[in-house]
């Protein structure tokens, strides 16, 4: 039903029967929490919200679910990236941008085309934030990158 690159599955070291769908989920609700925030088409979050009375209606709900899920987003972004890595990432992201643009491939002039490109590399640092610890435990077989107190 699914194609085989979402359900396709790895073993871990441990046994454990792991799947790539969660790159996959995660890397769609990252790119649904920044695009549903902002983006130049104007159906987003902010449009909603400064069209009308924020109080009215169910906007207090919208409100209080869009700040828990940028909570829930920073908090992860903070925890595994932290404010260098996030920094970095977004170098990174910048330097692709340029690289494409030197190549003629996108007109860095057009205001649309930037707005797109900051909301997916936004989206993109969210995902990055959501699975630096899995992409760090697959790369180099630490469990944790938190802090202790021999640090």
Known sequence: MLPDILVKRSVTKSGKKVTHLRWW???ILSMALAIGTWNPTGHHFIHYLSSGNPLEGFKPFYILVMFALW???LKAILQSL???GALIAAAVIVAFVYGIAQYGWLDLSDWES???IATIALG???WLGMNASI???T???????????ED
């Open 25 to 27: 989920v995660s890397l």
């Open 71 to 73: 909570l829930l987003a």
């Open 82 to 84: 932290k404010w260098y």
């Open 114 to 116: 930037l707005g797109w």
């Open 124 to 126: 993109l640092i969210i």
């Open 135 to 137: 992409i760090w435990k």
């Open 139 to 149: 790369a180099t077989g630490v469990y944790t990158t938190d802090a202790t107190d």
